[in-house]
Each structure stands twice: as structure tokens, then as C-alpha cells.
């Protein structure tokens, strides 16, 4: 214990390693701020040159552009409605009505203090439960994972506004975008039209600057004479009333993100909409309707995908099992350095583990510095009058799109999925859910078949699945109530209850 104590005193001491953090939280922040330019993709180049560094230095680094990179994709939903990352997609519905009011300074602040604070409630649980959140986590099967995904599917009745039919379609939309593609089971071509191209499946980064990025400047072309709105940005850091009203909403986010977060596969962005939706659920009169730029929509999402960070190391440190894609590289960096995560690593090597919860913690420290500061010259970027910024939002569109892979098809895609973002936002379908979609499509076709070959292929034992175990059970029941509360009967019961309330 000493020792570990001993090697977890050098985060805190060693400049170097203290410079390396700061940097990498930087470079996280506007990387992540980049749509296009993933933290997945990022840490996977720092790989590339670190495997030669000594393990301390190149863990500081990586933590910290993990950290920073998925607080980033805030500032450019906000600002410009495109997320930089899948995990900011709730961020915009919220923040994106605060910018076009003229505050995006003060959604930027509260965004960043609301997620340091999920941050280290993430770092906190990572600290004290690993071993109990892990275990916990080793016991979801694909069926869970499968429902899952579809109570996800069911939350684009909460980002779709009033028309749920509107929102199941647009998620059904990015399902269907989602399995072009290869068969994982069988490597059969699906929806490929007996193309090479569709054989690789269509980027889900491709189809979200299109739907984001290229769509929201297509619609802003309506509105070219209209005046440049002023951003204000008199107040940065958060309103001490506001952070006190939103405290316990913040930690029952934390929660959500640091278990979402421990469940291998999943990530920010499932924390994010999981978190969304329970802000939408459970606050009774926002100042603000959601969806018009209400806080609690930005609180909730933030303080759980930065929450969701630390809960990923949990499966990666004690399972040698990755949280998300980003845990899913550090293990072979971990790797390559001669290091073996799993069961064992609490056991053999406790400093390393302590030092990877100091370097998140540094991360997270580095990340309110960085993350109040420079606000002033982002929010330009909205002042900025229309007829040169929106040109110079499908060139970034462009660029970062290419960037992927290198393919000029890609910005093909992207420009197609931008004029169907535009007319899906013309007749009041929302593409967030389009794009929720993209992403947890295979996710679920996987786990289906997975639970499938589990059952043996029997659909009785596989529905018996459900209610015999009792997490498939708690979810199950879950996926019926969320269904039940978005038909109308549901809602002409609850009106009639308000009724002799009011």
C-alpha cells in the first residue's frame, strides 16, 4: 500500500507528467471540438509514437486527451449544432437554442462544471467500487445489452418533441444506415446492391456531420438577412444558485454515466441520452422548456458522459474487459508496455492502477482551467455573419469527413445524409435520433444473435430470457414502461390524474 501510495505521489509531483497531462487535456478539448476528428481515433495515433515511452508518461497523456476529448464535442454543439462527438448529441438539442439566444458563454460554463463534476464522481466511483462495479457489470448478457440498446431506440420519443411516431422514424432510419454493411455473423452483404463500396457499411461520422453539420447550414440559409445574434459573455463561470439547483440532478447523472460507463461496449454517448431522458422525466417545471434551451438539459447529459470516463476504466482495469473504444486502445497500449489488466492488476501492480486514477484526476482539474478559459474567441465563431460562416461550415464538414479514412466517397455520404437532414428538418423531424440510431443498430444485431445462439435458437427460451433473470427482467420492464408512456392512453391517464391536481 505504501508503495502504491508512493507511485501515486509522482502524478502529483513530477512536472513532466504534469505537463503531459495538461497538454493532452488541451489537445482532447479541441480535438473533440472538431467534428470528424474522434477521441478514439486520436488516441490511437498517440499510440503509434508512445509505445517507446516509458508506461507513467504515456498514460498521463492519453488520460488526459481521453478527458478532455469527450468534454470538446460540447463546444461546437453549442455553438454551430453539430456534435463533436456522438456523446454531445443531447448537448445540442439544449445548448444550440441557448447560443441562438445569446448565451452561449453561460451554457459553455455550465457545461464545463458540470462536467469536472461528473468527472470526478466517475474518478471517485473508479476509486472506491472498481471491484464491486465490475462485478456487477460482468453479469449484463447480450440480451441485456440488446435491451439496451433498444430503450435507447425509445428515447428519440424524448429528443422528437411532441410526435413520437416522428422520432421512432428517424430512429428506425439510422437502425436501417447502421446495418449496411458486411453480416457479422455470416459476411454476407446486407443493403449492398452487390457494391464493393457498401460492403465496409456507411461511417457513422459521415452520416453525422451530414445530418448535423451540412443540414443545419443548409436550413440557416433561410435565414441570411436575419441579424448576427450577440453572444454575451459577461458570465462564464455558473451562477452558484444555479449549480445548487441543479446538484442533486448532476449526481444522479454522475450515477447514471458511471454505470452506463462500467457496462463494456456501451460509452458517453449511451450515458449522455440515458441521462437526457431522466432530466426530462424528472424535472417537474423548468425554467425553460426542454428543448429550448432548458440547463437541466445540459447538466445532465455533461455531468454523465465525463462520468462515464471513469466508469470505462473500471471493466478495463479489473476485467482486462474495455468500457468503450477508447478503453479498447489503451488495453493494447497497456499491452505493448508488458502490462496484463484484468483480475490480477489490483494484485501485481496496485501503482499502476493508482496512477491511472491520479492522471484522470489531474486530467479533470486541467480540464475546468482549460475548459473556462478561451471561451471568448469560440463564441466569435457565432458572431460570425452567416454568408462566411456557413460555406465555411461544410468546407470543415468536408475536410473532416476525408480525414477518416482518406476517402472521397465519404464526403459523398455526407453530403447526401446533409440534404436529407434538411428536409427531415423542414417537415420537424429531429436527426438526432437518426444518428442514436447509426450507432446502436449493430450493437443490438450483434447482441441479438448472441442471445439467439444462447437460446439455441428457440424464441421461447429466448423470450423466456427476459423474465427469468433479474436484470433482463428490470430492464424488460423498463422497455414496456417507456413504451407504454409514449401512447396516448398513457397520456390521457396521466392528464386526468393532473386534472383534479391543478
Same mark, same amino acid.
Given at each position: 500500500m505504501v508503495e502504491a501510495l508512493g507511485n501515486f505521489a509522482i502524478v502529483w509531483l513530477d512536472p513532466w507528467l504534469l505537463f503531459l497531462t495538461a497538454a493532452g487535456t488541451m489537445a482532447g478539448i479541441y480535438i473533440g471540438a472538431i467534428p470528424g476528428l474522434s477521441v478514439t481515433m486520436a488516441t490511437s495515433i498517440l499510440i503509434s509514437f508512445t509505445f517507446k515511452w516509458p508506461v507513467n508518461d504515456a498514460l498521463a497523456l492519453i488520460a488526459g486527451v481521453f478527458m478532455g476529448g469527450v468534454y470538446g464535442g460540447s463546444r461546437t454543439a453549442i455553438l454551430l449544432n453539430i456534435p463533436g462527438a456522438p456523446s454531445a448529441i443531447a448537448t445540442a438539442i439544449e445548448g444550440y437554442p441557448m447560443a441562438r439566444r445569446g448565451e452561449a458563454g453561460e451554457a459553455i460554463g455550465l457545461t464545463t462544471v458540470?462536467?469536472?463534476?461528473?468527472?470526478?464522481?466517475?474518478?471517485?466511483?473508479?476509486?472506491?467500487?472498481?471491484?464491486?462495479?465490475?462485478?456487477?457489470?460482468?453479469?449484463?448478457?447480450?440480451?441485456?445489452?440488446?435491451?439496451?440498446?433498444?430503450?435507447?431506440?425509445?428515447?428519440?420519443?424524448?429528443?422528437?418533441?411532441?410526435?413520437?411516431?416522428?422520432?421512432?422514424?428517424?430512429?428506425?432510419? #439510422?437502425?436501417?444506415?447502421?446495418?449496411?454493411?458486411?453480416?457479422?455473423?455470416?459476411?454476407?452483404?446486407?443493403?449492398?446492391?452487390?457494391?464493393?463500396?457498401?460492403?465496409?457499411?456507411?461511417?457513422?461520422?459521415?452520416?453525422?456531420?451530414?445530418?448535423?453539420?451540412?443540414?443545419?447550414?443548409?436550413?440557416?440559409?433561410?435565414?441570411?438577412?436575419?441579424?448576427?445574434?450577440?453572444?454575451?459573455?459577461?458570465?462564464?463561470?455558473?451562477?452558484?444558485?444555479?449549480?445548487?439547483?441543479?446538484?442533486?440532478?448532476?449526481?444522479?447523472?454522475?450515477?447514471?454515466?458511471?454505470?452506463?460507463?462500467?457496462?463494456?461496449?456501451?460509452?458517453?454517448?449511451?450515458?449522455?441520452?440515458?441521462?437526457?431522458?431522466?432530466?426530462?422525466?424528472?424535472?417537474?417545471?423548468?425554467?425553460?422548456?426542454?428543448?429550448?434551451?432548458?440547463?437541466?438539459?445540459?447538466?445532465?447529459?455533461?455531468?454523465?458522459?465525463?462520468?462515464?470516463? #471513469?466508469?470505462?476504466?473500471?471493466?478495463?482495469?479489473t476485467l482486462g474487459i474495455p468500457g468503450d473504444a477508447v478503453t479498447a486502445v489503451i488495453i493494447g497500449a497497456l499491452f505493448i508496455h508488458g502490462l496484463k489488466p484484468g483480475p490480477l492488476l489490483l494484485v501485481e501492480t496496485p501503482h499502476l492502477f493508482w496512477f491511472v486514477v491520479g492522471s484522470l484526476t489531474l486530467a479533470n482539474v486541467f480540464l475546468l482551467i482549460f475548459g473556462l478559459t478561451g471561451i471568448k474567441v469560440f463564441t466569435k465563431i457565432v458572431e460570425c455573419p452567416r454568408a462566411i460562416l456557413l460555406p465555411l461550415i461544410i468546407v470543415l464538414s468536408a475536410v473532416g469527413t476525408y480525414a477518416i479514412q482518406n476517402n472521397p466517397v465519404d464526403i459523398y455520404w455526407m453530403l447526401l445524409f446533409g440534404v436529407v437532414g434538411y428536409f427531415m428538418k423542414v417537415y420537424g423531424f429531429q436527426v438526432g435520433p437518426v444518428i442514436l440510431g447509426v450507432i446502436l443498430g449493430p450493437m443490438m444485431d450483434a447482441n441479438y444473435r448472441r442471445a439467439m445462439l444462447g437460446a439455441r435458437g428457440d424464441v421461447g427460451t429466448f423470450l423466456w430470457d427476459f423474465v427469468s433473470h433479474p436484470i433482463s427482467l428490470v430492464l424488460s420492464l423498463a422497455f414496456v414502461a417507456m413504451l407504454l408512456s409514449q401512447t396516448p392512453l398513457w397520456r390521457l391517464v396521466t392528464s386526468r390524474r393532473r386534472g383534479p391536481a391543478a
Open positions: 458540470m462536467s469536472v463534476f461528473g468527472g470526478f464522481i466517475g474518478i471517485l466511483a473508479l476509486a472506491l467500487f472498481a471491484p464491486v462495479i465490475s462485478d456487477f457489470a460482468i453479469l449484463f448478457q447480450s440480451r441485456d445489452y440488446l435491451l439496451l440498446g433498444l430503450i435507447g431506440i425509445l428515447l428519440v420519443g424524448t429528443l422528437s418533441g411532441e410526435s413520437f411516431a416522428k422520432g421512432a422514424f428517424a430512429g428506425a432510419l #439510422g437502425v436501417l444506415i447502421g446495418m449496411v454493411g458486411l453480416d457479422p455473423m455470416t459476411a454476407e452483404g446486407r443493403f449492398t446492391f452487390d457494391t464493393i463500396t457498401l460492403m465496409g457499411g456507411i461511417p457513422y461520422v459521415a452520416a453525422m456531420i451530414g445530418f448535423f453539420g451540412v443540414a443545419e447550414a443548409l436550413v440557416q440559409l433561410h435565414n441570411l438577412g436575419l441579424p448576427v445574434v450577440k453572444q454575451k459573455i459577461d458570465r462564464i463561470i455558473p451562477r452558484l444558485s444555479d449549480v445548487r439547483k441543479h446538484f442533486w440532478l448532476a449526481m444522479r447523472a454522475s450515477g447514471i454515466g458511471t454505470v452506463i460507463g462500467a457496462l463494456p461496449g456501451t460509452g458517453g454517448d449511451i450515458a449522455a441520452l440515458l441521462a437526457y431522458d431522466h432530466a426530462k422525466r424528472s424535472t417537474k417545471n423548468p425554467e425553460v422548456p426542454f428543448g429550448e434551451g432548458a440547463k437541466e438539459g445540459l447538466v445532465a447529459p455533461e455531468a454523465a458522459n465525463n462520468a462515464a470516463v #471513469g466508469g470505462a476504466f473500471i471493466p478495463m482495469l
